[in-house]
């Protein structure tokens, strides 16, 4: 296996949300919920001030277009109340009190703007990894794509052969539900791909828009806590089977590791308000094991030169800065500390799921890695389920 990697476009959400205006608009909302005195704790634990997302907090929190009437209808609603003997002023005076209420958006409501969105950032995204590489729409064999929380039939491979103009026999692998392990995964995809034909160009587009998981009437803490870690990005990369002069990274070989029975601790639910991210607290000790794993993949690979080798930067999304904690403390005690720096610092402005780990490498690469410097790439997603990858800088 070797896969070249051009550096990826980043395309960060355009509306700075901050982490006090969330905590505001959930306290002011939920200001009974068991967890409501805590809320500035919670948030400031998180470590996040600001996060970027394709639409402003005011479109998630908007009501929906209907009024609470929506369910049941005008007409079906005055004929009730005639037949309870109300009279045509009362009737007019109830239906109005009803339709003032608001109503939550519908599914349609929350994810068309979404799905809009995903679309102009992701080809933004393609667009700019295109021209880091050197390289034109055309030149693109194949095309691998992911957007979690914006379900649509045709997705966004399709929306982006139209809209770069792609050729008419790209090779299309939409992976919408890789989520977080997107990043990752279509890297080792890619890889495989151009092993089997070494001219073969890979472009990998992820727009995530997470913020679409912003549920305005969910009083849970998990839901308090969803609200506060999540950002959109899209990102984009060039894979190539033979070096580049705009190659960054050689990827040598990649991992794969799913645990049974662990479907549940993390998933998404479509209900008629939208989609909603629902999390299992027992979900960073399951991701724990994923990186024990990992680290059995990595002495495995290299077992015969044990101490002298290390990664030289480990560029890793395990869905928050828990599971990096355990990182830090099971790695071999002689790999050098710093490793998680730049993971760490992509962080600090929310997770941002499938496309998380191109923002940590493009953050490595703008500090500048040596040539020769080891990499590890790693995400754990719903599943739950994990890929790492090792490289070399170029």
Aim: one cysteine or more; a negative charge.
């Amino acid at each position: 296996m070797a896969a070249y990697l051009c550096p990826p476009a980043v395309i960060h959400g355009e509306h700075a949300v901050e982490t006090s205006q969330i905590a505001a608009e959930v306290r002011d909302r939920h200001p009974h919920a068991a967890w409501a005195p805590r809320i500035d704790g919670i948030a400031a634990s998180t470590g996040i001030e600001t996060r970027g997302w394709m639409l402003p907090l005011e479109t998630a929190v908007a009501p929906g277009d209907g009024g609470g009437l929506r369910g049941v209808g005008v007409e079906a609603a005055q004929k009730a109340l005639a037949h309870d003997g109300f009279t045509q002023q009362d009737v007019d005076r109830v239906i109005a009190a009803l339709e003032a209420i608001p109503a939550p958006q519908t599914v349609q409501e929350r994810t068309a703007p979404a799905w809009e969105a995903v679309q102009s950032y992701g080809e933004r995204a393609a667009r700019g990894a295109l021209q880091i590489a050197g390289l034109d729409a055309a030149d693109v064999d194949c095309l691998i794509t992911s957007h979690s929380t914006t379900p649509a039939l045709p997705g966004l491979d399709v929306a982006l052969t139209n809209r770069l103009a792609l050729r008419s026999d790209v090779m299309l692998l939409p992976a919408t539900q890789w989520a977080c392990v997107a990043g990752t995964r279509s890297l080792a995809l890619a890889a495989d791909l151009v092993a089997a034909d070494p001219d073969r160009v890979v472009l990998v587009v992820i727009a995530e828009a997470l913020s679409t998981t912003y549920q305005p009437a969910d009083d849970t803490l998990e839901s308090l806590i969803v609200r506060l870690l999540f950002a959109d990005t899209a990102v984009a990369a060039v894979v190539t089977g033979r070096p580049r002069p705009e190659s960054v990274l050689r990827l040598d070989a990649a991992w794969h590791h799913t645990l049974p029975g662990t479907q549940d601790l993390h998933r998404l639910e479509t209900r008629a308000d939208g989609t909603h991210f629902v999390m299992d607290r027992r979900g960073p000790r399951a991701v724990q094991e994923t990186v024990t794993a990992m680290w059995e993949w990595l002495r495995l690979r290299y077992q015969d030169d044990p101490d002298a080798w290390h990664p030289d930067v480990l560029l890793a999304h395990p869905g928050g800065t828990r599971v990096l904690e355990y990182m830090e403390q099971t790695m071999p005690d002689a790999w050098p500390s710093g490793l998680l720096d730049y993971s760490r610092d992509s962080y600090t402005s929310g997770n941002r799921g499938g496309a998380a780990v191109f923002d940590i490498l493009r953050r490595a690469h703008d500090a500048g890695q040596k040539s020769g410097d080891r990499a590890v790439l790693y995400a754990a997603a719903p599943g739950l389920t994990a890929t790492a990858l090792e490289g070399e800088w170029l």
